[in-house]
């Protein structure tokens, strides 16, 4: 009687087990990154009226931000807290912000922090930058980011910090 050649493995026990390794191999070279934030710059966007309780007439600082997402998955940006300081620091102006940006994966996003700088403060600025043509200021602060409890990613107090300079004549003209 011929002799039968021995059962070949199954061919899907040796696809699991190869996946299996590829699954382990990747998952110990990588890790969940944070995000980098970076102030790009800030600019004034015009004025503002809100009606609620209590009313606010003011200026809005439009600070442009950046951040760049290393991860193979996508994040959220969920808010922003922190301090716009105005003239060296003789004005200060809080940052509190819902901002919900998604950062897509492996990329940079740029997005807008809305800072409203309340009228009385605006006109006392103008009032003691009447020498400078520039007004100096320093944004800092931290951010809340996300992406989902699969990938166990919830990171507060990403921080951020820059200094810049606003021309005068762009807050006189939106007061």
Not at 8 to 20: D, F, Q, T, V
Request: some cysteine.
């Amino acid at each position: 009687m011929p002799s039968l050649p021995p059962p070949a493995p199954p061919r899907r026990a040796a696809l699991a087990l190869l996946l299996a390794g590829a699954v382990a191999l990747g998952a110990a070279g990588c890790g969940v990154k944070d995000p980098s934030l970076q102030v790009q710059g800030a600019s004034i966007a015009g004025g503002t009226a809100t009606f609620g309780l209590p009313p606010t007439i003011g200026v809005i600082m439009a600070v442009q931000m950046s951040a760049k997402n290393e991860n193979s998955f996508d994040i959220q940006v969920r808010g922003a807290r922190g301090t716009v300081a105005l003239m060296n620091g003789v004005f200060q102006v809080p940052i509190s912000t819902a901002i919900g940006t998604w950062l897509k994966s492996d990329s940079t996003t740029s997005f807008i922090v809305p800072v409203t700088i309340p009228l009385q403060t605006a006109i006392a600025l103008l009032g003691s930058s009447l020498n400078v043509a520039c007004i100096p200021y320093a944004v800092q602060g931290v951010a809340d980011v996300t992406a989902t409890s699969t990938f166990k990613l919830e990171r507060d107090n990403q921080g951020f910090n820059q200094n810049g300079c606003i021309p005068r004549q762009t807050l006189l003209s939106a007061v």
